[in-house]
């Protein structure tokens, strides 16, 4: 079932809508309930395989669903429409103005709508894809205030990464901060690349959410095992490479592998005069997770992040 939750109107008599789809047993609201949130940010494309996904699956099975399923593909429906990362004629960030207000403008309010039609969950996920810059091997970033309720819960995601901070992702002005604040747990999940869908990532969170939902008693079919995820709660442990020139980058590694020291990343190039600027290598043994994709460095560019660990067994 198909619903609208909050509209406004637009110029030239248009109309913004912000829709959900619902599906439950026999179409009551009965159960747990799990909601599912994406295209916060309209350039984040890899939700929305994930929402298809999670939908064909339930109506491919409907006999096993026994809570509630609500999948929201598009909260910021002018920027995915338009593959913005704001909203447009607004300059402004969505997820930075949660908890919004019914009585403020047009994109306070939705805000507000928002935060109201999603109080109730036993647990969102919210999720959301690097920019056009950066892959993002599939993690969960935890707020550290949220650590407790959360990470058992993230554990059960299929994510290879949980990254417990107090960073820009989990700051107040956020969907999740929003609701975590107001009882409704919130998992935040970065993954892929801006722009893009990446099957095998979005595969990879549709396992985890079905057993999800297999946990909290929402779905009775049978479900993947999951992948058991590096938690790290110590933002030393997070080492942060930024580009020392400006120039060409070119990576000589990919996300998702174990490097050790002076492993080398990539290099800054310069194509007018055929020199290197820079060897990017690996400051310390860990596991390269995010990796630049977009070639173009100016001085201070992240090019990459590492997590501080040793390689497991097995991997």
């Keep these: 079932m198909v619903e609208t939750i909050a509209s406004a109107g637009l110029p030239v008599d248009e109309k913004l809508e912000i829709k959900k789809s619902r599906f439950s047993p026999e179409g009551k609201n009965c159960g747990k309930r799990i909601s599912i949130v994406t ?5 984040e494309l890899e939700g929305q395989y994930v929402c298809y996904e999670v939908a064909r699956r339930i109506k491919e099975h409907p006999e096993y669903l026994t809570g509630t399923v ?12 338009s593959i913005t990362r704001g909203i447009p004629a607004f300059d402004l960030d969505m997820n930075r ?8 403008a047009m994109t306070e309010y939705l805000a507000a709508e928002i935060i109201r039609e999603l109080m109730g969950s036993d647990l969102c996920v919210d999720i959301h894809a690097s920019n056009i810059y950066l892959t993002e091997l599939p993690q969960i970033r935890i707020n550290e205030l949220n650590e407790k309720e959360l990470v058992p819960l993230a554990k059960e995601a299929n994510v290879d990464f949980v990254w417990v901070h107090g960073a820009s992702t989990v700051l107040e002005s956020t969907l999740a901060y929003s609701l975590n604040s107001r009882g409704v747990p919130t998992l935040v999940v ?3 690349v801006g722009m893009r ?13 079905f057993n999800l939902m297999k946990k909290l008693d929402i779905w009775s079919g049978e479900t993947m095992p999951v992948r058991e995820p590096i938690v790290s709660s110590d933002s030393d442990e997070v080492l942060f490479l930024n580009a020392a020139r400006s120039g060409i980058f070119v990576k000589e ?3 998702n592998t174990y490097l050790k020291k002076g492993d080398s990343v990539g290099k800054v ?7 290197i600027l820079e060897d990017v290598v690996s400051p310390e043994d860990g596991l390269l997770f995010t990796i630049r994709e977009y070639p173009v460095v100016d001085e201070g560019s992240l090019m990459a992040r590492i997590l501080k660990i ?5 991997e």
Excluded: C, K, W
């Design 39 to 43: 295209g916060i940010h309209g350039d």
């Design 70 to 81: 609500d999948i929201y593909p598009a909260m910021n429906p002018l920027g995915i429409d």
């Design 97 to 104: 103005i949660f908890p919004g207000s019914r009585d403020g």
């Design 190 to 192: 970065e993954m892929g």
């Design 197 to 209: 869908i990446t099957r095998s990532i979005g595969d990879q969170l549709v396992e985890g959410i």
């Design 253 to 255: 590694a990919e996300h």
């Design 269 to 275: 190039i310069d194509p007018l005069t055929g020199t």
């Design 310 to 314: 040793q390689e497991r067994q097995g």
